[in-house]
């Protein structure tokens, strides 16, 4: 079996070892097969962001493992865990993580310049915009769209560099109906052509569209 994520033992604390206060992760033990579409639910407070940030290499664990495509991130310095993000995910922030004075394609160009992939940038940003039917604000400033057309910028970034991986924190949270179906059906697509996502929604629909639905509460896997 090929797995995309695998971790095991994995604890997450925030603040000094001394300080009291829960761990916002108790022991996770999770394997994600390649090309499997996971909803992760659970209240607010119960982990989901703090999982996703580890999974990606943006924060270190307390203690466990993290391993993406094989590799264990957390044995790599910050340089290499940048790579590997880089090649192998696309992370839809649940701040969208937008630079705001630049433009929609600024925006979803920047994985490209940082990315070792032969891949057409216009052609890859046509596509994405397209995908995520926000092409006519292509030259708009970031700052000045509307929460629900940030975040479809933010998904279209997360997919341009054509991840294995997509992470994806509330991303249709400011979406209406309509447009939310859009980006299911995205999603859809993308995981059909073997993509492993990794969805946190509070929304029943979109999680009933995921292969899987796993539930966090106080930092632990129900
Ligand atoms: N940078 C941080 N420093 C200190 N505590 C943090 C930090 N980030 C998160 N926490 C705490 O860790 C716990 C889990 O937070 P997390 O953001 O993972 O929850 P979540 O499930 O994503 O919630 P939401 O649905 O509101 O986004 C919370 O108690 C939160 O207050
Ligand atoms: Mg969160």
Do not use: W
């Not at 390649?34 to 659970?42: E, I, M, N, R, S």
């Not at 865990?81 to 929609?104: C, H, S, W």
């Not at 279209?156 to 209406?176: K, Q, S």
């Not at 059909?192 to 629909?205: A, F, N, P, W």
């Amino acid at each position: 079996m090929e797995y995309s994520i695998e971790i095991s033992g994995l604890h997450k604390k925030y603040g000094s070892r001394r300080e009291k206060g829960a761990n916002a992760l108790n022991g996770i033990d999770l394997k994600i097969e390649k090309g499997d579409y996971v909803a992760l639910c659970g209240v607010s407070g119960s982990g989901k962001t703090t999982l996703l940030n580890l999974i990606a290499g943006l924060d270190v664990p307390t203690s466990g493992e993290v391993r993406v495509d094989g590799i264990v991130m957390n044995d790599l310095s910050e340089a290499k865990k940048a790579r590997v993000r880089n090649e192998k995910i696309g992370f839809v922030m649940q701040d969208f993580g937008l630079i705001p004075y630049r433009t929609v394609y600024e925006n979803i160009a920047v994985p490209l310049y940082f990315s070792r992939k032969k891949i057409e940038h216009k052609q890859s940003i046509k596509k994405v915009l397209d995908a995520t039917g926000i092409r006519g604000l292509s030259s708009k400033k970031v700052c000045k769209l509307s929460g629900g057309e940030k975040q479809r910028v933010a998904i279209a970034r997360a997919l341009v560099n054509d991840p294995d991986i997509i992470l994806a924190d509330e991303p249709t949270g400011a979406l209406d109906s309509a447009t939310k179906q859009e980006i299911m059906e995205l999603f859809g697509k993308i995981n059909g052509s073997g993509r492993t996502i990794v969805v946190v929604t509070h929304d029943k629909e979109l999680a009933d569209s995921a292969k899987r639905i796993l539930t966090l509460k106080d930092g632990i896997l129900k």
